[in-house]
């Protein structure tokens, strides 16, 4: 029997250089059993983003698909600040058949406060060049009753003049859309039953671009 993923909203826009996508997913689970899979999900993200792909990055690896892999992010190095919600990334960013951007640095803060009683974590990136802008993005947990909450994300990116030469409206959402929805649904199955089913069997997560 297969389980049924109820997506509420997926959607990308495109307003004065910035792309916006939000999503929304139900979740049958406690905001605290909800808010400590956060807890986990904010601490690898920031101390070994690898280790999502075990879970919330479950099925978001390369997909041997030209459109879906049209960017591609190789973590190379990664310094975490516990006291400042701080971490450093160095990167790799891959465009098959054009350019491989090496060590790209990244910066991120994460903010996470309450606000009455919905959970917002705020994540912003910074990096000093001509491939990002600006980058950020807002992740809500929203409590409905004693056994059931709502997940909302939106991201949001602003390319440099140079990125945005070959990253088009269609090959962002192409690299984008599918993603923020298999991570949704992922926290949405964690959450509800602990753990999260393998989408796509025949993808191997390790495999990447080297």
Same mark, same amino acid.
């Given at each position: 029997m297969h389980r049924l993923f109820l997506i509420l909203t997926i959607l990308t826009t495109y307003s004065k250089g910035t792309y916006h996508t939000e999503c929304t997913v139900p979740v049958a689970a406690s905001q605290t059993v909800t808010n400590q899979m956060i807890d986990r999900l904010i601490y690898e993200f920031q101390t070994n983003p690898d280790t999502l792909f075990t879970w919330a990055f479950m099925g978001m690896g390369q997909q041997g698909n030209e459109d879906k892999d049209a960017i591609v992010l190789v973590l190379n190095d990664i310094v975490y600040i516990p006291e400042q919600n701080y971490s450093r990334l160095l990167m790799d960013i891959v465009v098959p058949k054009f350019r491989r951007f090496r060590d790209v640095e990244l910066e991120s803060i994460v903010t996470d406060v309450f606000e009455g009683?919905?959970?917002?974590?705020?994540?912003?990136?910074?990096?000093? +060049? @001509?491939?990002?802008?600006?980058?950020? +993005? @807002?992740?809500?947990?929203?409590?409905?009753?004693?056994?059931?909450?709502?997940l909302s994300i939106d991201i949001n990116v602003r390319f440099g003049w140079f990125f945005n030469i070959f990253v088009s409206k269609k090959v962002y959402k192409n690299v984008i859309e599918w993603r923020v929805n298999t991570f949704m649904e992922n926290l949405q199955e964690m959450a509800e039953t602990g753990k999260v089913s393998n989408k796509n069997p025949d993808i191997l997560e390790s495999e990447k671009i080297h």
């Open positions: 009683p919905v959970r917002h974590v705020r994540v912003d990136i910074y990096y000093a +060049g @001509n491939i990002l802008k600006e980058a950020y +993005g @807002n992740f809500y947990v929203t409590p409905i009753d004693d056994n059931n909450c709502t």
